[in-house]
Antibody
């Protein structure tokens, strides 16, 4: 059974760096073809794809956010970490991590709401 | 980036209705199109991948079709649990962009 869970701060101040951790079970990020991605959703708005990392350490980023994002994996801990620098109130959103096979997000975490406010 | 445009943005329908949601890509994406549904306060769930393959365990009243730039999601007979927001997502090239969503409401 594949499960994922996001963790991190619920409140960050503008200009701070956000660090989110996705802890997963039921699969290995060393298995060929497998990846973990991050998607966010501002309140009442649509989904926005942010970044992903594959089993071979191939990393992809949203072009509009690429300068602010870093994604890493720790295969031994079954974790993927997303950092986003220079947070702004417009970055207030629920952040999801999801399991990927190819480019299909077939299992999602429950999401974590991050509010950016001073 | 490939832009994904869904229509309509919202839709009111009744239990038992047949409903179709469309998704258009700004360039050809072959059949690399996924559909998700999301209920309030919950994470999205993959419903259909590769434009027409139903995710395991999902009911057969859901079907997807299309290729190239134009795609449809059809629900043959709406059930109460189907009232949700539906998103398309292209899986052709990164960034794997989503549509803006279609909110399906009870009439």
């Amino acid at each position: 059974q594949i499960t994922l869970k996001e963790s991190g701060p619920t409140l960050v101040k503008p200009t701070q760096t956000l660090t989110l951790t996705c802890t997963f079970s039921g699969f290995s990020l060393s298995t060929s073809g497998v990846g973990v991605g991050w998607i966010r959703q501002p309140p009442g708005k649509a989904l926005e794809w942010l970044a992903l990392i594959y089993w071979n350490d191939d990393k992809r980023y949203s072009p509009s956010l690429k300068s602010r994002l870093t994604i890493t994996k720790d295969t031994s801990k079954n974790q993927v970490v997303l950092t986003m620098t220079n947070m702004d109130p417009v970055d207030t959103a629920t952040y999801y991590c999801a399991h990927l096979v190819g480019a299909d997000f077939d299992y999602w975490g429950q999401g974590t709401l991050v509010t950016v406010s001073s | 980036d490939i832009q994904m445009t869904q229509s309509p943005s919202s839709l009111s329908a009744s239990v038992g209705d047949r409903v179709t949601i469309t998704c258009r890509a700004s360039q050809s994406i072959s059949s690399y199109l996924n559909w998700y549904h999301q209920k309030p306060g919950k994470a999205p769930k993959l419903l259909i991948y590769d434009a027409s393959t139903l995710q395991s365990g999902d009911p057969s009243r859901f079907s997807g079709s299309g290729s190239g730039t134009d795609f449809t999601l059809t629900i043959s007979s709406l059930q109460p649990e189907d009232f949700a927001t539906y998103y398309c997502q292209q899986s052709y090239s990164t960034p794997y962009t989503f549509g803006q969503g279609t909110r399906l409401e009870i009439k």
